[in-house]
């Protein structure tokens, strides 16, 4: 068992324990074997694919007995091939039946018999750009906002991403976050000192423009980076001109400990894509890979912060974790935090215009959700 080093509580972030969000909990491409078991906000989820290519999740533990409907690798109906059925599973001990909804349809020894209270809570699902998304929310209403979705995923020319697991690191989520506002760490943990940089919060976005000379490529590095709820980040990046997407995860598995996924989406030369195309975008991946790492390794080895001894030139962690806060609080309070700091807000070093400012255009395809 990880250690876990601090949690929720330790940072005072609010009433409760999980935050309120969008979260990444699989690469559509693991649904491809059945179900699936997951382990998400200190609780146990069954993911399935359903036979219209429905992705459901469900609360993991049968009504009847307890059983866990998808960990079984054994039961005769699982090896079978016999456990989906149309769009509901049943469980492998039994052999009760749920729908997507998470009802109870049928009792197959028991006809005609189906309580409304056995049936399982089913949670709000996306399925985008690779990626199996999931609605948290410790008050179990609907999502009050969509995931955020790349425009250019739709380009004739993008290389479509492979997400890199990066497992489960015992950090708290916030600590991750604080990446947003932290200005000062992009010079010696990344190579790249900030030649500008500012932050924007916008409700549930929180926004980060930036800008250096990247030594160790010597090149010149441009970003619009945004979290969309605290579980997605997305990031538009040109790198000597080259324009590229990097996303990267992040979802608690447990109070202390959470899972990450990083991925880039680049474009090809030409069409249909060459092999060299795909071999440069797999190496622009492993590229920003190396650079997401060298934060991922101090992640790991870290005492927590639960404080930050702020300097006067620091960027601004106490916003930032404010803007973490809303999400950990009941959704009718979350509107008062984001009234008061909405805005952007430079940090002391760079209070001149950022990129958005000098370079009109360049953010017109970000910060889009689903459906936009
Ligand atoms: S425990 Fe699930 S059907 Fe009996
Ligand atoms: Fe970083």
Known sequence: MTDIKARTADYGLGPYTYPR?????????????GAMALRYFGREYAMYRGESGRVVILDAFCKHMGTHLARSTSAHIVTSAQQIEGDSIRCPYHAWKYGADGQLEEIPYQPGVCPASAALRSHPVRELMGCILMWFDPEEGEPDFEPPYLPAWDRPDAIHWQLDHLGE???HQVEILDNM???????PTHGSPCEYFENEFRDTLVIQRQGGFLAPYQAHLDTVTWYTGPGILLSKQTFNGVEMYELIANTPVADGLTRAWHAVLS???GNPASAADIDNARQAQAGALAAFSADFEVWKHKAPAIKVMQTRNDGHFNIQRKWVSQFYMPAAEARKVQEEINGVLPVAEFPQPSRAGRDAGFEDDCFQLMGD
């Open 21 to 33: 969000g969008w979260f990444v909990v699989a690469e559509s491409s693991e649904l491809d074997e």
């Open 169 to 171: 690191v015992p950090v």
């Open 181 to 187: 506002t932290d200005v000062h760490h992009l010079g």
């Open 267 to 269: 474009f090809a030369q």
